[in-house]
C-alpha cells in the first residue's frame, strides 16, 4: 500500500521556522516527482512546491525565497524546511506523489500536517 505520512506541524510565532517532514513508501520513491500542498481554513487547496525526481525545485511564488523543498531518496523522505513564516502561511500541509487538476486529486496524498502561525 501507498502510504505518506506527513509531519512537523506546529504552532509557530511569525517569523519563526518549522520543516516537515513526509515519510513515503509503496511506491517508487526515487523515480517520482513530490509536492507540497497547502489547505487554509475556508480555503481551496494551493500549490506550494515540488521538487522533481532529479532534484530540480520550484515554488509559488508567496514562498519563493522562504520554504525549501528537499528529498532523501535513501529515507524515502520529503522535506519543506520552511523560514520566516507568516500568519497566511497557516495551513494544513500535505505531501503528494500526484498533483491537483482542477479540484481533482491525482496520485496519492497523505492525512496533512497543521501549521499554525499566531502570537
Known amino acids: 500500500d501507498v502510504q505518506l505520512q506527513a509531519s512537523g506541524g506546529g504552532l509557530v510565532q511569525p517569523g519563526g521556522s518549522l520543516r516537515l517532514s513526509c515519510a513515503a513508501s509503496?511506491?517508487?520513491?526515487?523515480?517520482?516527482?513530490m509536492r507540497w500542498f497547502r489547505q487554509a481554513p475556508g480555503k481551496g487547496s494551493e500549490w506550494v512546491s515540488t521538487i522533481n525526481s532529479a532534484g530540480s525545485t520550484t515554488y509559488v511564488d508567496s514562498v519563493k525565497d522562504r520554504f525549501t523543498i528537499s528529498r532523501d531518496n535513501a529515507k524515502n523522505t520529503v522535506y519543506l524546511q520552511m523560514n520566516n513564516l507568516k500568519p497566511e502561511d497557516t495551513a494544513v500541509y500535505y505531501c503528494?506523489?500526484?498533483?491537483?487538476?482542477?479540484?481533482?486529486?491525482?496520485?496519492?496524498w497523505g492525512r496533512g500536517t497543521l501549521v499554525t502561525v499566531s502570537s
Open positions: 509503496g511506491f517508487s520513491f526515487s523515480y517520482s516527482d
Open positions: 503528494t506523489n500526484g498533483d491537483l487538476i482542477g479540484r481533482i486529486r491525482t496520485g496519492f
